[in-house]
């Protein structure tokens, strides 16, 4: 008895250190494999970086792209193009591309649904190849509507992207460094732009005679992606709690971690399994109907909107205006803006070195506070730039410490969690809410700056200001610190404010460790098997 007591004791003492989410050092000093590097890179590579590439690549050809216009329109009708026609049609290039990632968005958790998340992204790599073959061979073909039409499969391969994306990085990181492995999302994303920058000089494809050649480099990324993904193993907790492929899940943190004791990695994923009150995944209407999850898609939807009305979009169409304001020929003015893609790339793998460190939470706040009070500081030095020879200067540095304060945290971290926020069964539908919100957001900014800033004038970023005040009060208020957290403590971190009950951590880890799926246990009858058991607990959920 004395010892059965002290067994109990152990066991509970050891129950309540797994349940806490506690790490082990072993786990903390364990070393990041190649495959899981691997499959964040290339997942990011032929996924968020031709996002990132998308932003930027436009905006070297514009003058070129406008001028093939003219010339389509003269060869098919004989007159020039008409001022309001060629600006819509250029609008329709720019501004189709959100309407492509919306509907990429909207798709995405039936793709996720049929073919897992690896599965998703490797068929993703189709409309990146079919938007690069529209987009390179439009002018080729004398078809302005082929490049329109390959800007709205680019959004949808966007919108599919930054979905699957994050979600597949989220299942496959161990939860000690998901933070840093969420932001192969934003760095990938950064570096994308960026290179679209390098790629758009006069030097290389920034020419009228090259300029197709820009868009024929979003097949590379691409093809590198369908070359090593399909190599690397799928989410584990997508094959173990969807698919019910215990021996594949097992295989793929075996590979993933580079360990073949598994044992707890598969427990933490069973309790999050019989812990769900829908095992099965749910539809948008059923999450926005669950009381249980109502803060945690309430802060997906405020961090996904402010990630976009943060005002970061507006500052690209200002950057130009403030350099030439400053005295800087127009002929160096690309090789300066190469500092906003460069500084973009490397704040953006700062956060990721450090997320694990600091925190969600804090980076994301101390990324929106920073932003406004650099909005407000804009705001002064605009006002008097034409009266100060050197205050452009500062108006330029402004500029740099906005775009860094947003990738130090509001640039990556609003994706790693809208995938920490939610359990298995309600992950895809929370990345389409959080999606849907982050293309109307930015279509909403693309198509009021103009007339903001038209009425504003050097005053319209006090409006972005206001966004990163909300956002960072907001987080500030609500937002619990995630990480080091399994899914199911975050979920139970929000149970008071959503006002449903706490379930007790030891119990569900004990019915984790006294059930093995696919082996036989006794029960209290003594006649029925572990299959039996596991169908009464998932039951009883």
């Known amino acids: 008895m004395e010892k ?60 070129y792209i406008k001028a093939f216009y003219n010339q389509t329109w003269m060869e098919r009708y004989g007159e020039p193009i008409g001022a309001e026609t060629s600006t819509l ?3 329709l290039t720019v501004s189709i591309f959100a309407i492509g990632g919306l509907l990429g968005t909207l798709v995405v958790s039936i793709i996720l649904k049929v073919l897992g998340r690896k599965g998703t992204l490797l068929l993703n790599n189709g409309f990146a190849l079919i938007a690069a073959l529209l987009l390179s061979l439009g002018e080729t073909a004398g078809s302005f509507e082929m490049l329109i039409a390959g800007r709205f499969i680019m959004g949808v391969d966007s919108g599919i992207a930054l979905s699957a994306l ?88 075996q590979r993933f971690l580079g360990k073949k004791d598994v044992h707890r990695e598969l427990e933490e994923v069973h309790a999050e399994s019989r812990a769900q009150s829908n095992l099965h995944a749910a539809s948008v209407l059923q999450l926005l109907r669950n009381p249980a999850v109502r803060w945690q898609l309430i802060t997906v939807i405020v961090t996904m909107a402010c990630y976009q009305l943060c005002g970061l979009n507006a500052i690209w169409y200002y950057t130009n205006g403030i350099l030439q304001d400053a005295g800087f020929a127009s002929a160096v003015i690309p090789y300066i803006t190469l500092s906003t893609g460069g500084i973009e790339t490397l704040a953006a793998i700062v956060s990721g070195l450090v997320i694990e460190r600091i925190g969600r939470r804090p980076l994301l706040i101390f ?62 539908a929370a990345f389409m809410i959080a999606g849907t919100v982050n293309w109307l957001s930015n279509f909403a900014v693309g ?73 036989e246990e006794p029960s209290e009858e003594g006649g029925k098997d572990g299959a039996a058991d596991i169908v009464e607990m998932e039951s009883s959920f």
């Open 166 to 253: 994050p979600m597949y990085l989220g299942e496959i990181s161990p939860r000690h460094i998901r933070g840093s492995i969420g932001q192969f999302n934003s760095i990938l994303i950064c570096l994308g732009v960026f290179t679209g920058q390098v790629l758009g000089l006069p030097e290389l494809f920034g020419q009228e005679t090259r300029w197709n050649f820009l868009f024929a480099f979003l097949a590379l990324p691409a093809l590198l992606q369908m070359c090593v993904l399909p190599f690397l193993p799928e989410s584990p907790r997508y094959l173990l709690i969807e698919r019910r492929d215990e021996a594949g899940a097992e295989r793929a943190f």
């Open 447 to 519: 198509l009021l700056f103009p007339f903001i800033q038209e009425a504003w004038e050097t005053y319209a970023f006090l409006v972005f200001m206001v966004f990163c005040v909300v956002g960072a009060v907001y987080l500030y208020a609500i937002l619990p610190e995630t990480k080091n957290k399994t899914f199911m403590d975050i979920s139970q971190s929000f149970a008071k404010m959503n006002k449903i009950p706490v379930p007790p951590p030891v119990q569900e880890m004990e019915s984790v460790l006294s059930i093995k799926p696919g082996k």
């Open 4 to 63: 059965a007591a002290k067994d109990d004791q152990v066991k509970t003492n050891n129950l309540k250190m797994m349940s806490s989410g506690s790490i082990e050092d072993s786990e903390k000093t364990q070393p990041v494999t190649a495959c899981l590097v691997n499959a964040a890179f290339f997942g990011a590579l032929g996924s968020s970086y031709l996002y990132g590439y998308n932003l930027s690549v436009v905006n070297a050809p514009a003058q």
């Open 89 to 91: 049609l250029w609008s």
């Open 367 to 428: 990324g929106f506070s920073a932003m406004s009070v650099c909005f407000a500081l804009l705001t002064v030095f605009l006002n008097f730039q034409d009266r100060v020879s050197w205050m452009p200067y500062l108006s330029y540095i402004c500029i740099l410490a906005i775009i860094a304060s947003f990738c130090s945290g509001p640039g990556g971290i609003p994706f790693v969690l809208t995938g920490e926020l939610f359990e298995q069964s309600y992950r895809p």
